[in-house]
T-cell receptor, first 118, second 110 residues
């Protein structure tokens, strides 16, 4: 079974703190993703990475950065946490590839980190 | 850009009732379509998927058919159980990205 783990289930930080959220996957997947989940908004993509040291902005990258130094690990960094970054953060990974020219590989999700910024 | 619209919840049902959650999408090209489920306190799990028009995805008694003409991927289950209580997300995939609907909370009462 694919396993995606996240370093913390719950985290409480103060405004202005630098926050690191860690994600590790054990299936040698090329692609990794960070989402935030908010009620009524579903999941929104923050950043993704399709290879070591490669990253691309998602739909809501402002206030975040990422790091991918090793294939299995993808870190999300909040440079200066703010209260509007209180959310559930979900990491995911997937292998590359298509079928018949269509992307069809599922993404495997971690359990999530519920971050509260006070 | 790509977008997914799913029916708002919450939805409350009795055991053995019929469940349907509507999902429509807007996308360029030929996306793949997914339903994910999130049980309380857990991450998202893939429930079913379909990669081309008229494909039917099915799993655990749930079904959804990829309808290109109506740009829809509605989720159905004929007889729900208490254990089906969860949040359900419709999603589409173009290239690397998954675009998600807002999620529908389903509660099944015994």
């Amino acid at each position: 079974d694919v396993k995606v783990t996240q370093s913390s289930r719950y985290l409480v930080k103060r405004t202005g703190e630098k926050v690191f959220l860690e994600c590790v996957q054990d299936m040698d997947h090329e692609n990794m993703f960070w989402y935030r989940q908010d009620p009524g908004l579903g999941l929104r993509l923050i950043y993704f990475s399709y290879d070591v040291k490669m990253k691309e902005k998602g739909d809501i990258p402002e206030g975040y950065s990422v790091s991918r130094e090793k294939k299995e690990r993808f870190s999300l960094i909040l440079e200066s946490a703010s209260t509007n970054q209180t959310s559930m953060y979900l990491c995911a990974s997937s292998p590359p590839g298509t079928s018949g020219g269509r992307p069809n590989n599922e993404q495997f999700f971690g359990p999530g980190t519920r971050l509260t910024v006070l | 850009g790509d977008s997914v619209t799913q029916m708002e919840g919450p939805v409350t049902l009795s055991e053995e009732a019929f469940l349907t959650i509507n999902c429509t999408y807007t996308a360029t090209g030929y996306p793949s379509l997914f339903w994910y489920v999130q049980y309380p306190g857990e991450g998202l799990q893939l429930l079913l998927k379909a990669t081309k028009a008229d494909d039917k995805g099915s799993n655990k008694g749930f079904e959804a058919t990829y309808r290109k003409e109506t740009t829809s991927f509605h989720l159905e289950k004929g007889s729900v159980q208490v254990s089906d209580s969860a949040v359900y997300f419709c999603a589409l995939r173009n290239d690397y990205k998954l675009s998600f609907g807002a999620g529908t909370t389903v509660t099944v009462r015994a």
